[in-house]
């Protein structure tokens, strides 16, 4: 392992103003986002839309580090035969892999699950190396509900999430690590606090017991906020705060970036959040974005499958790329969000 290389890498992937685009949707997610707006799940269609994203030149060069893909797409290609990866490459961004096989129920454990994908996982992370992915992800997921999360569901998914980060960077590749704590429940922001702090602190321990190097990999974690059943809803200021002193209290300064998931917040949501969380400073890490849903659902609706809307989707998409690089630096303003439309 070259962990100096694996640094550079991690630091490209959260270099001041720019974040991730979580573009590996898994066949059924992106089939449910293409439901929402009438278009039919085809792997043309999938292509389409995905390469109208890639070929968005501001948004891919000026805010965007990297793209995540899933494996289909990874091995796609334009409609001009240019391997989709290129687009990316060309564009200064970096191509990265979900390498996760999604969500399992898990014995003994009603209700929760365990993220799969650890079989034969050396040997698809050299494939994906050699198509130019240098970095991955795996995403754990943790309900909080009556009685859950379990120890046993934090335990068996802060394992996995370590076995999977020691075998990408044998292999030369970033893990992004993300423990995901969901928002779905009627949890207040406390709550929400203190299952993400139990989680994080396990994903750490399991990281340092597998001997995997914090420098070469990069978090990506939910902010601390209410769920989305609440009848409490925190507003901005607090969710930040609370995120902020939650990290702090769990993620050691060695890890040279932080990349937000967001979880189903609304697109604005996650902008202002992430804005008001880099406003508040003196962090030990850049705090940025590794949105799916906050990026892609504006450029989605603009899109609509059709040809002649592809600068649309393209602008709707630089602008929402746009407002998420201010709030990497805590520049964000409600003005530039609606002047730009
Ligand atoms: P969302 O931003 O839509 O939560 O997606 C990010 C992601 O990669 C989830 O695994």
Redesign the pocket.
Known sequence: MNLAELNKIARAMTAPGKGLL?A?ESSGTIKKRFDAISVESTEDNRRDYREMLFRSREAMSSYISGV?LYDETIWQNAKDGTPLVRLIEEAGAIPGI?VDEGTQALPNCPGELVTAGLDKLAERLAQYYARGARFA?W?AVIDIGAGIPSMTAISVNAHALARYAALCQAAQIVPIV?P?VLMDGDHDIDRCVEVTQRVLNKTFQELRVQRVALEGMIL?PNMAVSGKKSKTQAGVAEVAEKTVRMLKNCVPASVPGIA??????SDED?TAHLDAMNRIGSLPWPLT????????AAPQKAWSGKANNVPAGQQAFTHRAHMNSLASKGEWTTDQEQKAL
Do not use: N, P, V
């Open positions: 979580a590996d995540i979900k992800k995403r993300e995901e990506k937000f998931l967001s979880g189903g917040q996650a974005f590794s949105y799916g849903r906050a990026l892609q």
